[in-house]
């Protein structure tokens, strides 16, 4: 059971826009940013978005971040083939010591 | 640019400690924070703990009981050890670098392609 809530699954059509949700608490996404990570098949996470809504240098704009209150939110527009992948929230949680939890991870599928 | 590799034991009894090392090529230990994060099969991703280049640890408090990250600047590595395993500690597990500064956390920028440690008798 993962601290950070993510559906388990999304998909959508080549062109799409599709949304990912993450959902927290106060001691996480409410009183800390929100990162994104984007694991392709096979391979390591590779960092898609950090501090809520920056993407690093290389990141397509297609890729965008968003937080309110304890949920934080990806939205990939012009969905594209390589966009599969499975996709995972993260965030500083200030209970006990502080330490970063994931969300459980979403799988995108491109019909 | 930085590359980080992991290297160690594929196969751990149960019980032994699992033993990583996370080497860093192309630039410094110097600075950041350095991480590890494993992923059991067909799951997600569980953060460990991180060192600071100044020697400062922190672990996950589930793990905490059992984690020690060190650092070795003269080798530009740091490592993992993680005792008394079971079979629920078998996962790929990944180094990282983390930005983590004043104005907030820059996220896990750098990543090792990840070894599997299998535990089993």
């Known amino acids: 059971q993962s601290v950070l809530t993510q559906p388990p699954s999304a998909s959508g059509t080549p062109g799409q826009r599709v949304t990912i949700s993450c959902s927290g608490s106060?001691?996480?996404?409410?009183?800390?940013?929100v990162n994104w990570y984007q694991q392709l098949p096979g391979t390591a996470p590779k960092l898609l978005i950090y501090?809520?809504?920056q993407r690093p240098s290389g990141v397509p704009d297609r890729f965008s971040g968003s937080k309110s209150g304890t949920s934080a939110s990806l939205a990939i527009s012009g969905l594209q083939s390589e966009d599969e992948a499975d996709y995972y929230c993260?965030?500083?949680?200030?209970?006990?010591?502080?330490?970063?939890?994931f969300g459980g991870g979403t799988k995108l599928a491109v019909l | 640019q930085v590359q980080l590799q992991e290297s160690g034991p594929g196969l751990v009894k149960p019980s032994e400690t699992l033993s990583l090392t996370c080497t860093v090529s192309?630039?410094?230990?110097?600075?950041?924070?350095w991480t590890w994060i494993r992923q059991p099969p067909g799951k997600g991703l569980e953060w460990i703990g991180y060192?600071?280049?100044?020697?400062?640890?922190n672990y996950n408090p589930s793990l905490k009981s059992r984690v020690t990250i060190s650092l070795d600047m003269s080798k530009n590595q740091f490592s993992l050890k993680l005792s008394s395993v079971t079979a629920a500690d078998t996962a790929v597990y990944y180094c990282?670098?983390?930005?983590?500064?004043?104005?907030?956390?820059?996220?896990?920028?750098?990543w090792g392609q990840g070894t599997t440690v299998t535990v089993s008798s």
């Open positions: 990282a670098r983390d930005i983590l500064t004043g104005q907030g956390d820059y996220g896990m920028d750098v």
């Open positions: 192309g630039g410094s230990i110097s600075s950041y924070y």
């Open positions: 060192i600071f280049y100044s020697g400062s640890t």
């Open positions: 106060s001691s996480n996404i409410g009183s800390n940013t």
């Open positions: 501090k809520n809504n």
């Open positions: 993260a965030a500083w949680d200030d209970s006990l010591n502080a330490h970063v939890v």
